[in-house]
């Protein structure tokens, strides 16, 4: 796999978008190619750039939406995503249709981390998550004389219609937080980006915003229309909270070892689950899918890979709909098989 190579401009860690970024010898497609999707389909090679570069000279190998061409879109989640070298565009080069946010409220500014140490005056929602997205759905839904109107593509341009998850996982006092997250989405929102219910029916957007952790389950389901949806508790959606429905809820997630036990009984007894267990996953997922609920396990083992790969496989064989994934590399190649 080639890896992504980034030069840090100036803005890093602070307002940066993709065009800041030099990527020598390949694009953002091509990292994303070389993760999985397929590196003769996006990219090109050093050898064949510096062919185009001495006979052509012309633009015509570029198009307006190319900036992620041959990214494959791959259903795993950037877990704790803003720890990666660039929050947000390093899942994205690996296919991740959905990311993720902590989010701290101090003086009236989101902060973006996983604790109070990590912390910095520059990583914020909007540095980090709000402005590179609306940047890069921008370059995805460009106006020209071919489409002047008006455009929704998602950020995948192997595939516009895949929605992109935003986790955003609250950390501070819910209610006020929750508030401010709401602000702070207006950009997306006003673009038309988000994913919404009218109070009837919902509709997919590039991007859909789910609230976790101290999220306010009373204000997602008070505000009608909608643009913002909470991460119900998966375990409990056949007991407390039973009256949850995909208009509230697009996405259920627990924690794996509260469910299967922690990483040392899972691991030692062979990285894979047990009848027992799989009748357990099997009742959670159809139990969230009747509901139209998509399903999201985090905390599995993470070590050793064999006995992560084999948890992986069977999660995904029984029909959970996003890998909770903390190594970008290993999930992308799993994915493929490699």
């Known amino acids: 796999m080639k890896p992504l190579h980034l030069a840090l401009p100036s803005c890093f860690l602070a307002t940066c978008t993709l065009s800041d970024f030099t990527i020598p010898d390949a694009s953002l497609a091509y990292a994303g190619a070389g993760a999985g999707a397929g590196a003769g389909a996006a990219g090109v090679g050093g050898a064949l750039q510096n062919i185009l570069k001495n006979t052509d000279g012309s633009d015509k190998y570029s198009y307006p939406t190319d900036l992620t061409r041959g990214i494959i879109p791959k259903p795993f989640h950037?877990?704790?995503?803003?720890?990666?070298?660039?929050?947000?565009y390093s899942g994205l080069s690996y296919g991740a249709?959905?990311?993720?946010?902590?989010?701290?409220?101090?003086?009236?500014?989101?902060?973006?981390?996983?604790?109070?140490?990590?912390l910095t005056r520059q990583r914020t929602l909007e540095s980090l998550y709000i402005s590179p997205i609306l940047d890069t759905l921008q370059r995805q839904n460009p106006t020209t004389i071919f489409a002047p109107s008006p455009t929704k593509h998602g950020v995948f341009d192997a595939d516009s219609?895949?929605?992109?998850?935003?986790?955003?996982?609250?950390?501070?006092?819910?209610?006020?937080?929750?508030?401010?997250?709401?602000?702070?989405?207006?950009?997306?929102?006003d673009r038309g980006y988000l994913s919404g219910y009218d109070g009837r029916t919902f509709t997919s957007g590039p991007v859909t915003v789910v609230g976790t952790g101290n999220?306010?389950?009373?204000?997602?389901?008070?505000?009608?229309?909608?643009?913002?949806?909470?991460?119900?508790?998966?375990?409990?959606?056949?007991?407390?909270?039973?009256?949850?429905t995909s208009d509230d809820s697009p996405i259920a997630s627990v924690n794996f070892a509260d469910v299967f036990g922690d990483?040392?009984?899972?691991?030692?007894?062979?990285?894979a689950l047990g009848e027992d267990a799989l009748v357990t996953l099997r009742r959670q997922v159809k139990v969230a899918?009747?509901?139209?609920?998509?399903?999201?396990?985090?905390?599995?083992?993470?070590?050793?890979?064999?006995?992560?790969?084999?948890?992986?496989?069977?999660?995904?064989?029984?029909?959970?709909?996003?890998?909770?994934?903390?190594?970008?590399?290993?999930?992308?190649g799993f994915w493929d098989g490699t």
Do not use: C
């Open 215 to 244: 999220a306010p389950l009373s204000a997602v389901q008070a505000a009608v229309p909608r643009y913002a949806f909470y991460d119900a508790p998966l375990a409990l959606l056949d007991s407390s909270f039973a009256n949850l």
């Open 289 to 332: 899918h009747d509901k139209g609920i998509k399903t999201r396990y985090w905390n599995q083992p993470a070590w050793p890979v064999g006995a992560r790969n084999r948890i992986w496989k069977q999660l995904w064989d029984e029909g959970v709909d996003l890998l909770n994934v903390d190594d970008l590399s290993g999930a992308a």
């Open 161 to 189: 219609e895949q929605t992109l998850y935003l986790f955003i996982d609250v950390k501070t006092d819910g209610p006020s937080t929750w508030a401010a997250v709401l602000s702070a989405l207006t950009p997306l929102l």
């Open 263 to 271: 990483d040392d009984v899972v691991v030692r007894g062979g990285g």
């Open 78 to 88: 950037s877990h704790n995503d803003y720890w990666r070298p660039v929050p947000f």
């Open 97 to 118: 249709v959905s990311t993720e946010a902590d989010v701290w409220l101090i003086n009236g500014t989101l902060f973006v981390g996983h604790q109070l140490s990590a």
